[in-house]
């Protein structure tokens, strides 16, 4: 793998095996058929460099039917692409299935189910399952088979079959013995008989349109595009990872999960201005949880800061984390490494830092109200939250019990009604 200012630039990939290759970078995915001892050619944009035919999800959107299912909760679901939907047919432990009529043969070398625990309760999870094909829909036969299922997506290359109908039958529904089949997705990945590979209308061959032969100019340099490290970023957003995956998010939108001892994300450029004081997450644990690293510039560059994770049972029900940091100021690629025992860590859903608190200088005026004085609890938002700190110390005095100097937005040494009228000229403004 080769980088360019932080960015991938190409790929080279030799394969020993000649099975189906699967590349995952950031939010895209590319599987392709390979050669014993050939070698392949990825661009920056995880595209094959060549005449080597991509695989594609050929079960998105087909026309799908099952055993049964909930109100709500069609099969139609398990094939929209979409994380967030599901299929569920609640009829015991074993005995539902999924079909889905393709219209025409497929080559297929490669299948996926997502599971319960990509939104939900690990232990709805499938237990055992099997892949099955046929020429006509009724008569079926047995192409692959998994046994002891515990993880939350299954993703398995196999030899390529053909087949117009494929079904998904399922034979323990679940982990334990509470039944009913889950199913977010179900996808298949495979080409044409003819060797294409059908092409999602959104994607348009690059080539460029001639024209005259322009007048050389001259390349300015630009600054770099950067993100403020104060504002609440995705953790999804990443630009470069290594070994965790995206997934649905109960708080919307996507999380990082499937994190492990040694793996890391990036996000390129963070502006960190004049300092960061702390650093907050936003997790979940259903495991042992474990350590954040915060490092700038490489995953041994400087730490700046440990956060612990604690474990709170639940991997889509989301808590707080937050430490200190030292020593972040200026532009800088932020790594967080993760850190713990064997197994799955914790999700990730958002993160934070919060800036250094400003020093007044003899020159400013005597009653500062920059919008950030009027943020009492730091959250961002200038809002009824706000109010409410503010009324708890109501009419309380410098050298009353109860006094906050925090809470005094004007230091007239009092906090009363005037303020009240700060934080109401800063109402509702992110800062």
């Known amino acids: 793998m080769n980088w360019s200012n932080g960015a991938l630039s190409n790929v080279t990939i030799k394969s020993n095996s000649g099975n189906v290759c699967n590349v995952r970078y950031g939010n895209k995915t590319i599987s392709f058929p390979t050669t014993a001892g050939g070698t392949y050619q990825l661009n920056g944009s995880l595209q094959l460099v060549g005449s080597t035919t991509t695989l594609t999800n050929v079960a998105l959107n087909k026309t799908v039917t099952a055993s049964g299912n909930t109100a709500g909760e069609e099969p139609e679901n398990a094939v929209d692409g979409s994380n967030s939907t599901k299929w569920c047919h609640v009829n015991g432990i074993s005995g539902e299935w999924l079909k889905v009529d393709l219209g025409v043969n497929y080559d297929i070398s490669r299948w996926v189910v997502k599971h319960a625990g990509?939104?939900?309760?690990?232990?709805?999870?499938?237990?055992?399952?099997?892949?099955?094909?046929?020429d006509d829909g009724n008569v079926w036969t047995d192409v692959d088979a998994v046994h002891g299922n515990q993880q939350n997506i299954s993703d398995r290359n196999i030899p390529t079959f053909t087949a117009r109908y494929v079904r998904l039958?399922?034979?323990?529904?679940?982990?334990?013995?509470?039944?009913?089949?889950?199913?977010?997705?179900?996808?298949?990945?495979?080409?044409?008989?003819?060797?294409s590979t059908p092409v999602p209308t959104s994607i348009q061959t690059m080539i460029p349109t001639p024209t005259q032969t322009p007048t050389p100019t001259l390349t300015p340099s630009t600054t770099p595009v950067t993100r403020s490290a104060f504002t609440q970023n995705e953790a999804e957003?990443?630009?470069?990872?290594?070994?965790?995956q995206t997934e649905a998010c109960t708080e919307g939108g996507e999380d990082v999960g499937y994190i492990e001892n040694g793996d890391y994300v990036v996000y390129n450029n963070v502006n960190f201005g004049s300092g960061a004081a702390s650093f907050q997450v936003r997790c979940a644990s259903a495991s042992g949880g474990g350590n954040i690293e915060?490092?700038?510039?490489?995953?041994?560059?400087?730490?700046?800061?440990?956060?612990?994770?604690?474990?709170?049972?639940?991997?889509?029900?989301?808590?707080d984390a937050k430490c200190s940091v030292n020593g972040a100021s200026g532009i800088h690629n932020l790594y967080l490494v993760f850190k713990g025992d064997s197994g799955y860590l914790f999700n990730l859903n958002w993160w934070k830092f919060i800036a250094v608190p400003s020093t007044p200088t003899a020159t400013q005026p005597l009653i500062p109200t920059p919008a950030n004085s009027s943020d009492i609890n730091h959250d961002g938002v200038i809002n009824m939250a706000d109010v409410i700190l503010l009324a708890s110390r109501f009419n309380?005095?410098?050298?009353?019990a109860g006094y906050v100097d925090a809470y005094d937005l004007n230091k007239d040494g009092a906090i009363n009604m005037t303020d009240v009228i700060l934080i109401a000229a800063k109402f509702n403004t992110i800062v």
């Open 118 to 134: 990509v939104a939900e309760a690990i232990k709805f999870n499938t237990r055992d399952f099997t892949l099955q094909k046929s």
């Open 169 to 195: 039958n399922i034979n323990t529904a679940t982990q334990d013995n509470s039944g009913g089949a889950r199913v977010y997705e179900f996808e298949l990945w495979g080409k044409s008989t003819d060797g």
């Open 237 to 244: 957003s990443f630009d470069k990872q290594s070994g965790v």
């Open 294 to 319: 915060i490092r700038l510039d490489s995953i041994t560059g400087p730490l700046v800061g440990t956060c612990q994770v604690a474990s709170n049972g639940e991997w889509q029900t989301y808590d």
């Open 396 to 400: 309380t005095v410098i050298g009353n």
